[in-house]
């Protein structure tokens, strides 16, 4: 009995000190970017952080992005947007961080603006799927310009 006990220990120890499996790991990148724009791992698609894009897009004024409301709407869209081109969409969201900088108007962070975008995707009776998520805010961001920054993680479901 002893022996038998000590086989199953020894293929027990033997298994745990197997080596792990390959991951396939593929950046989706381009040559313009400091940054790639997403990362796989093996199932798991890991999405940079997202800002907003301009609201007057190729008017020829200044570029304007708007308050933390709109500027939610931009990246919400612009993030399914590159889940879609990879296969994903939002139901596929397992992790959401959330960075928020200071409305300039007010200088308090506008998570409700925020919500009132991020309802719009996650926890609805076409997609209730809700993503763990950490929101917080910064001093600044990156873009002196950007109220928010959205960054995700998704997994491709069997």
């Known amino acids: 009995m002893k022996r038998w006990q000590a086989g199953i220990g020894t293929a027990v120890l033997a298994a745990s000190c197997a080596a792990p ?3 396939a790991v593929k950046h989706i990148q381009t040559d313009t970017s400091a940054i790639a724009t997403g990362v796989w791992a093996g199932d798991t ?7 907003a894009s301009p609201i007057n897009e190729g008017k020829g004024a200044p570029p304007e992005y708007g308050d933390t409301k709109a500027q939610a709407a931009s990246v919400f869209a612009k993030i399914q947007k590159l889940l879609q081109a990879q296969g994903l969409d939002m139901k596929d969201v397992v992790s959401m961080t959330v960075i928020m900088g200071p409305d300039p108007k007010t200088g308090k962070l506008d998570f409700a603006g925020m919500q ?8 609805t009776k076409e997609q209730p799927n809700k ?14 310009w950007a109220l ?11």
Not at 116 to 123: A, D, I, L, M, Q
Not at 150 to 157: F, G, L, Q, R, T
Request: aromatic share 14%; hydrophobic share 45%; net charge positive.
């Open 21 to 23: 499996a390959q991951v």
């Open 148 to 158: 928010l920054e959205v960054e995700v993680i998704a997994v491709k479901s069997k």
């Open 131 to 144: 993503p763990a998520r950490s929101a917080f805010q910064a001093a600044n961001l990156a873009a002196p």
């Open 45 to 51: 698609y890991y999405l940079s952080g997202q800002v």
């Open 116 to 123: 009132s975008e991020y309802v719009k995707y996650f926890g």
